[in-house]
């Protein structure tokens, strides 16, 4: 079962335990998505059938029986899904600018800059 939003209030689910019901071992605590997570069931279907087509999508149009415009404002749905997870990673996302802080490439006031002028935008 894929259930990536709250059946009640729609908003985004949380990871906060895997369990091997072999060893019946638990692991708690905040994991991450996976960004294929983001997309409903319908969503990765046509994501699959876009990558057998090779994006073809007049191809993708025929397969799926749908209109070219259908094809079109599907495909746009799945790429502002992707969009949103990318600013999500990337507004978090400071391993560049601490990376070159821990190789002496910039000191510690300019890392400080980097991370508050990311954040700003």
Not at 40 to 49: G, M, Y
Not at 64 to 90: M, N
Not at 93 to 119: H, P, Q, T, Y
């Amino acid at each position: 079962m894929n259930l990536s939003n709250c059946p009640i209030c729609s908003e985004e689910l949380l990871v906060n335990e895997y369990h091997c019901p072999s060893c019946e071992i638990s692991f708690k605590g905040e994991f991450t998505r996976n960004w294929l997570e983001g997309f409903s069931s319908s969503q990765l279907e046509f994501i699959k059938l876009f990558l057998l087509v090779q994006g073809n999508l007049k191809e993708l149009q025929n397969r799926l029986g749908i209109s070219y415009p259908t094809v079109k404002s599907r495909l746009s749905e799945i790429v502002s899904v992707i969009a949103d997870e990318q600013e999500k990673s990337d507004d978090d996302d400071f391993s560049d600018i601490l990376g070159d802080l821990e190789s002496g490439f910039i000191d510690v006031e300019g890392a400080v800059e980097m991370i508050n002028k990311r954040r700003e935008q």
